[in-house]
């Protein structure tokens, strides 16, 4: 990293840190569906002692956004947005001894205390002591500031000073990266293994590249948008299949010797993706879920899981279980998941972001503040 | 072994093919809830060339057995009924190579080829050419005897000369005990596991002694039927949970120091069974089910499964994959899963072993034809 990008580096901290004392902020919120604005309100505090306040250097639209967004209840109470940011430290609580002021900062998009029994096993996301941004008194990312509880659980720091043009890969491991590495991991993705992937959002994309990563050999990407599936097939899928429900299904199966997909990532979050899963995975496979269910019931008995003992994993990614190893791995250009990142705007046109990938007219959205 | 039980080994098998001369025997039949017969019908034969007839030397009742009892619908139909046996083969097919007529030997409850891929997975109540007793033309096992397709595959032999003492562990294998270690096994019991098992039937029962086998060092059992729960505390439960329910559930996760069971093995197959376990299991852990599911949807999504990372896994015991093995277990004395049987009767009182069951006088009763 050369002299010019170490400057850069401190300019960007300088300048974030600067912005920090203003006594109110923009932020984004959701008032109904598709009523993304961008509002004015307090700037975030330490709340807590072990809190941490975060300057948002990048944000991000997340596939899951698109959720409420298409579906949620128009309510008096905004719900505020955003839970992937990288950003710069600019105040902690007492009892916050891993961090300072101006560290340069990458959060999961959940936050946790890194210490507890269930963190220790690996799942961040239940941690009795976590919780989400956006949520319980917690402001969304997709904003200029963002306050973090349990920030020494939750935070990582890279370390020295950042290329730029690192930073989307970085913003990508806040969520969509890890979590298509947690579907493969789940899955238990590994060498010569024969994995399908439903699903070509960035958390699709990111699962094929994860499980490339995890040495699959062979990689059958399900998605119908060829801009998308070009990516996946950069990134190591073997194999596109178009086709759909009962069609796509055949498609599968055919190609895997009429016996199905020993592993099964499900990165949509649908039914009609979750009916797939059941309908491609081999006898004794593994279904893994990662795209948050906008179902509650779904088929589990004779004719869809247990008939065939396939299996059924997967969750909210545990993204800090595994972030201090994929910032190294991006920081020594190992692994590149930024490219999900077509398009960016800044702050106040946050809406129109949320429209381009609602319209499918990109695929992931850069927010920057 | 000493000579009194090779000739009384020897006498079972001459009198068990000596039966084989009649050209009609008896069988069982469900011909609506509740109403169990023996009937006398053809003898089996032969019909492809991978078939064995084997005249039936023990055979039992299974609690699946009673999903129909208690609900079946009346139909013209009646329903051969029966999966579990052990016999003396009375007739081989052209085909079949590894088998002659006076060979003892163990059925699991599904038959298959154990030559296809999904058979050399372990997964062998999924392959191709398998199938179930009772079904598409192949009769049941509480019979006199039974036609067993793909018997190569099927069928293991009893090496030597079997002790009649081993008899019943030896039928225990052909589903409950195998049923139990396949859901052990699933659940990846280990050595230092806290593993919750949901039902006291024979099944539940069966999967604490093999979780106790796999080195479990916490067995956790759901049950309330005090004379079947105590054969779990000597075969290695540490805990018995009689509550159900939320009180069932809020004991087992006070039990495990709040945080839920890493492993819960579902032995039931009912709903409230399913909720059970999915409220007692710990973030990040797995719910092994092998209790024959009488539901197709279940929960799920964020509530249930999702939002802690839970797995689900489970199904039709790949008996066929683990019964050499504990085949030479039982003969060599390493486990007694045959104190299931609690009552034996003849063939004709086999609807009189129905009555018990459904009422629990008794857990598992033994048919000698």
Redesign the interface.
Known sequence: MGVGQEDRSAAVRAEHLRKGSNTSMRATFMHGPGDVRVEDVPDPRVERPTDAVVRVVLACVCGSDLHPYRSAATTDEARPMGHEFLGVVEDTGSEVTGLERGDFVVSPFAFADNTC??CL???H??CPRGGWYGAGGVGGAQAEAVRVPQADGTLVKVPGDVDPALLPSLLALTDVYLTGHHAAR?GRVGPGKTVTVIGDGAVGLSAVLASRRMGAERIILMGHHTSRTDLGREWGATDVVAERGEEGIAKVVELT?G?GSPVVLEAVGLMPAYEQAYGVV???G?IS?VG??Q??????????????????????A?VRAYLEQAVDDVLRGLVDPGRVFDAEVGLDQVADAYRRMDSRSNLKVVVRP
């Open positions: 029994p269930i096993d690996g799942f996301t239940a789940m010797g016996e081999r006898p004794g593994v879920r948050v269910p179902y509650e019931l779904a088929p589990v008995g004779f004719g869809s899981l247990f008939g065939k003992n396939a299996g059924l994993t997967g969750g909210p545990p």
